[in-house]
């Protein structure tokens, strides 16, 4: 049964696409069900997502009215050509909006499908194009009106408190992976868990804070603190894993020392208080670790002691962060906005999977068209425009397929909706209101849909599908003809798209999982093969970015696990100890130059075959040869060891006896 909260939203949709559609018949538009379906395909339980995408649609369909106004009275004596012109356009901008993974892709996919939508219908009276457009512009933008209007005023729901909520929901799991790898106990099934949740839920939020600065709470002013938590959450994600490996190589050679056991305990209850208090005293204490044995333990407490040093500043400004939004305390410095091992905000581009995104949409398109101009089927606009929107819709999906099903199937169940209503509803209806109270059920029951992340796609599928097929008007034209072929027209164009995206398209989510690690292999083979200087913090942000879009994939795979997921971040923290080779490469000397060479380019030879079968010694060897001729010089020597510890994790330590380690 719905809940008090989804009845409320469903009501406020309703009520806004009646208001859309009354002033539609009002203003004598030609087609004013547009107004009404927009009205439910712009409606978001949530105020500031509704809003922006309210921008967005109306910036994507101004855009695609003007694409359609240039094309069609220009080709409209060539019906191939124009096909071809509406098929690139479409796909070129559905291209461009899976490049842009903000709330502003939703902007570009319009663009592209309003063109198929109001060009299509016009190559009968392609002389009307211009009208047609822009009352078509007129009834959108009347729907978008009404929508935000009524969700803003009326009972809205900001987004800052469900944001706060997420973010507030970030701290158990990071206190529980932080207090795990102190004690080199990470690998665990909780553990794995608050992983898994830190990483969503840092991907998540990052599309809800592009919501904000339409949103209506205070968290409005916000936006800057909480892109920066967000960037802390996944900086901290290489120094925990690292932390974790270090603890339990020294418990293993038993060279935990007395003070390195003190800043552990101190630090571990310092997490577990959850405040930034004291935070200096024990950043001091860390950095009070001394490390002048030369020994392979001692060179992994030196390593340590960094990390330790990392993990409390990323925490301390996480919290002061946290207390200065949700409590009002001071506003935090940015000091450590620029620090290396802080994550740069990051956001890969697929040009792969957009292109073929793009090329499945495009000859989708093209096909149905074909079709329809040689049969001369007058319903072969309405299968052109839901081939274009199906498959531009869920080209963000690694397989569109079942998805485009589900909307084929949702498509069906709501042409009987509009069968009942056409046939036997309407033609007994005679005022406005009579109409209002016919269509409340059916519009409560979208609105719950629609109100529910799991059945949001099936409601506005219902909801927008049975508004144009319905296809309300000054007065009863209902005629079974004109509805058969519309339905068909629907139907057919899902169906093409369905067909094509299973042939060209679909992907499964194993593929894309390794997809994204060999991206990732690219860019380490890239940082050891550079000649300048390689920035620590865009390794990080590509490498948690590629994290978060792994992890939803993940949990959809029974076999295998986070396993991935760990290889991407064993990955990212070689990257890291490359750079940190490259930065130093300089100091090494002259005897070392050549051991750290080969290092580099075993690396990256490595890395661009295949990193999941074991290592070569040589590299190992280099490693070590390396090690003993830096000497006394402890940052080289610290990210040598950590990329041996990662390489060759399961043989035995190198013999340091002739190195000096300094005092830090």
Not at 130 to 140: D, G, L, M, P, W
Not at 390 to 396: E, I, K, T, W
Not at 458 to 485: E, H, K, P, R
């Amino acid at each position: 049964m719905p809940k008090v909260d989804e009845v409320v939203f469903a009501l406020k949709t309703f009520f806004g696409a009646m208001a859309a559609l009354y002033l539609a018949f009002w203003l004598g538009l030609d087609d004013p069900y547009w107004a009404m379906a927009t009205a439910f395909i712009v409606a978001q339980p949530l105020t500031g997502a509704m809003r922006s995408k309210a921008v967005y649609r109306g910036i994507g369909t101004l855009v695609g009215g003007t694409m359609a106004v240039i094309l069609v009275p220009n080709m409209v004596n060539a019906p191939l050509l124009l096909s071809l012109g509406l098929a690139c356009w479409i796909g070129l901008c559905l291209y461009i909006s899976l490049l842009d993974r903000s709330p502003r892709a939703y902007a570009f996919m319009l663009a592209g499908y309003t063109a198929g939508i109001i060009g299509f219908p016009s190559v009968m009276t392609p002389g009307m194009v211009f009208q047609t457009a822009v009352t078509r512009v007129e009834e959108i933008l009347l729907g978008i009106t009404c929508t935000t209007t009524i969700g803003t005023l009326i009972f809205p729901r900001a987004i800052g408190p469900v944001l706060a909520q997420r973010i507030a929901s970030w701290v158990r799991p990071g206190i529980n992976w932080a207090s795990a790898a102190l004690t080199g106990q990470e690998d665990s099934t909780e553990i794995s868990a608050a992983r898994r949740k830190l990483a969503v839920e840092a991907h998540d939020v990052a599309m809800m804070i592009s919501h904000l600065a339409y949103d209506t709470s205070h968290l409005q002013t916000a936006v800057q603190y909480i892109t920066r938590l967000r960037i802390y959450v996944l900086s901290l994600m290489p120094v925990l894993s690292s932390i974790n490996d270090r603890v339990s190589q020294l418990r293993e050679l038993n060279g935990i020392t007395p003070q390195l056991q003190d800043a552990l305990d101190a630090t571990y209850k310092w997490v577990q208080a959850g405040g930034p208090e004291h935070a200096d005293e024990l950043h001091a204490q860390i950095i009070a670790l001394e490390e002048t044995e030369p020994s392979w333990p001692g060179l992994l407490r030196a390593s340590l002691a960094v990390r330790l040093a990392e993990l409390v500043s990323i925490i301390r400004h996480a919290r002061a962060i946290r207390r200065h939004v949700f409590n009002g305390d001071a506003a935090p410095g940015s000091a450590l906005a620029d620090a290396e091992f802080v994550a740069a905000a990051t956001q890969l581009n697929d040009h792969g999977m957009a292109l073929l995104s793009a090329l499945a949409a495009g000859i989708a398109v093209l096909l149905v068209c074909a079709i329809w101009i040689f049969t001369a089927w007058p319903a072969g606009a309405g299968a052109a425009i839901m081939v274009a929107v199906a498959c531009s819709f869920f080209a963000v999906q690694d397989d569109p397929a079942p998805a485009i099903r589900r909307m084929l199937i949702n498509s069906g169940i709501a042409c009987l909706g509009i069968a009942f209503y056409t046939f036997l509803v309407l033609p007994r209806v005679t005022t406005f209101t009579e109409l209002m109270l016919a269509l409340l059920p059916a519009g409560l029951i979208v609105g719950v849909l629609v109100s529910r992340p799991a059945t949001f796609a099936t409601g506005m599928v219902i909801g927008a599908n049975g508004s144009t097929q319905m296809a309300l008007n000054n007065g009863y034209t209902g005629q079974f003809a004109v509805y058969l072929n519309s339905s068909i027209g629907l139907l057919f164009g899902l169906a093409a798209a369905l067909v094509v995206t299973r042939l060209i398209r679909s992907v499964g989510v194993e593929w894309s999982v390794q997809r994204l690690l060999r991206a990732g292999w690219k860019d380490i083979a890239a940082a050891a093969t550079a000649t300048g200087p390689q920035d620590r913090a865009i390794l990080t942000g590509r490498m948690t970015d590629r994290l978060g879009l792994m992890m939803p994939r993940l949990a959809t795979v029974s076999a295998g696990g986070d396993f991935p997921a760990t290889l991407l971040m064993r990955d990212l923290r070689v990257g890291l100890n490359v750079i940190g080779v490259q930065r130093f490469r300089a100091r090494f000397p002259a005897v070392a130059q050549t051991a750290v060479a080969e290092i580099l380019a075993g690396i990256a030879a490595h890395y661009r075959n295949n990193p999941r079968i074991p290592f070569p010694t040589d590299i190992r060897d280099a490693i070590d040869r390396a090690m003993l001729a830096a000497a006394s010089d402890a940052e080289p020597l610290m990210e040598l060891s950590g990329l041996r510890s990662l390489l060759f994790a399961d043989s035995p330590p190198p013999d340091l006896s002739t190195t000096l380690l300094p005092a830090r």
